[in-house]
């Protein structure tokens, strides 16, 4: 295991700047695109918007195709690879001068992005089938500690410069590359290896030759909804903050901060005791059961302290995707983990594009001035009855795993 720990860091690296693509340019975008366009706030956060997206559906597009090479051509290759266009789309950001050039530069972002299903396929063939699920848990770490780095270091090096995050992350992805370079080793074995085909390789494609294995249909659809019930946080949680308890900026920053941090703690370790004590299917069934509790609490909590003290604690449901994970990929074959990723990678990332829309519309819904009813909780309420159907739909995939 010792000959591991240096490749681990580097694939756990690499998740971490992932994560990092879309909060380390939110603090700074609004200024950024006034830079290169000029206009109002308002135009500026259409285009805003219009970015966001472009990132999410490359990245929905483009992660099966990532992770059927990594299958077909190995996994270091793939990596490496993706973070050299990713050091370049960094430094193409740094200096561009239109908004054309920002968006091109965003839909390469979502697809270098997409080396999270490589990551994962490779935490996969050096793990026991056992461990797979506690290991997942270093990948969801990874996520959360790039969550919450992003914006950190987005807001703290954007007082230098609209353009100096970029150049601050292209240098972090230089440094990973030659890191992964040095010390990562290649996993697929010729026995492992597979063709790479575009029929398998297609979002849709994956998702069909994922389905035709028993019991998977559900899993997939089972944690599609947990993803969009949790991504109700970055969803509407600024919006919700300020409408329910008046909170400032600063204040929305540190409850996420808090969440991500809780979130990394709980996959890091917890997990480990969670799945040794329940196993992987009830810690799916329980780990989801206490996400709806915490958004019952949510949606009527009217105490802004409360909330800041709940934010780390609902983090605690985050056991419930590593084992997810864990679970579909004992029932997939050594020689298909990285498309299995790849399609896990593409259903978050269209999570990513319908929690936006559906969260956003139900607070719009339920706190305009005609609204029947005041509740700016109510996107919670719906990430329940999201939640709710999730496990009806686990219960449907009767997993012999235990």
């Not at 969550?147 to 440094?175: C, I, M, N, Q, S």
């Amino acid at each position: 295991m010792h000959r591991l720990r240096l490749p681990l860091l580097f694939v756990l690296a690499t998740v971490v700047i992932d994560a990092m693509g879309i909060g380390l340019i939110m603090p700074i975008m609004p200024d950024l695109i006034r830079d290169v366009r000029g206009g109002d706030l308002a135009e500026a956060a259409l285009w805003g918007g219009i970015l966001s997206t472009a990132f999410a559906v490359m990245q929905f597009l483009c992660a099966p195709v990532i992770g059927n090479l990594s299958d077909s051509f190995g996994r270091r290759p793939v990596m490496l690879v993706s973070l050299f266009a990713m050091m370049l789309d960094y430094l193409v950001m740094a200096v561009a001068g239109s908004i054309w050039l920002l968006l091109a530069a965003r839909v390469v972002g979502g697809i270098t992005a997409s080396t999270q299903a490589t990551a994962s396929a490779w935490v996969a063939d050096m793990s026991a089938p056992e461990r797979r699920a506690t290991n997942f848990g270093l990948v969801g770490a990874a996520f959360g500690a790039g969550f919450v780095l992003g914006p950190l270091l987005g807001g703290a090096l954007g007082e230098l410069g609209t353009r100096a995050p970029f150049y601050a992350a292209a240098l972090l992805v230089a440094a990973n590359f030659l890191l992964g370079l040095a010390v990562m080793p290649e996993t697929v074995t010729q026995d492992r290896r597979r063709r790479f085909t575009w029929a398998r390789a297609n979002p849709l494609g994956a998702l069909r030759q994922m389905t035709r294995l028993p019991g998977i249909a559900p899993l997939l659809a089972a944690y599609f909804l947990y993803s969009v019930a949790l991504y109700v946080y970055p969803a509407i949680w600024p919006y919700f903050t300020q409408e329910r308890f008046g909170w400032t900026p600063r204040t929305i920053g540190l409850s996420l901060g808090l969440f991500g941090v809780a979130m990394a703690l709980v996959q890091g370790g917890l997990i480990r005791v969670v799945l040794r004590r329940l196993g992987e299917r009830r810690t799916v069934v329980w780990g989801q059961v206490f996400d709806m509790g915490t958004f019952a609490l949510l949606a009527f909590i009217t105490s802004g302290t409360a909330a800041l003290i709940l934010t780390p604690l609902a983090a605690l449901g985050a056991v419930v995707s590593p084992a997810l994970q864990g679970i579909m990929s004992r029932k997939v074959g050594d020689d298909a983990q990285g498309e299995l990723q790849g399609v896990l990678t593409s259903v978050h990332a269209l999570s990513m594009i319908a929690s936006p829309l559906l969260m956003a519309s139900v607070f719009s819904a339920f706190t305009r001035a005609d609204a029947p009813v005041h509740l700016p909780g109510a996107p919670f309420l719906v990430s329940i009855l999201l939640l709710a159907a999730g496990l009806a739909l686990f219960a449907r995939s009767r997993s012999s795993v235990a």
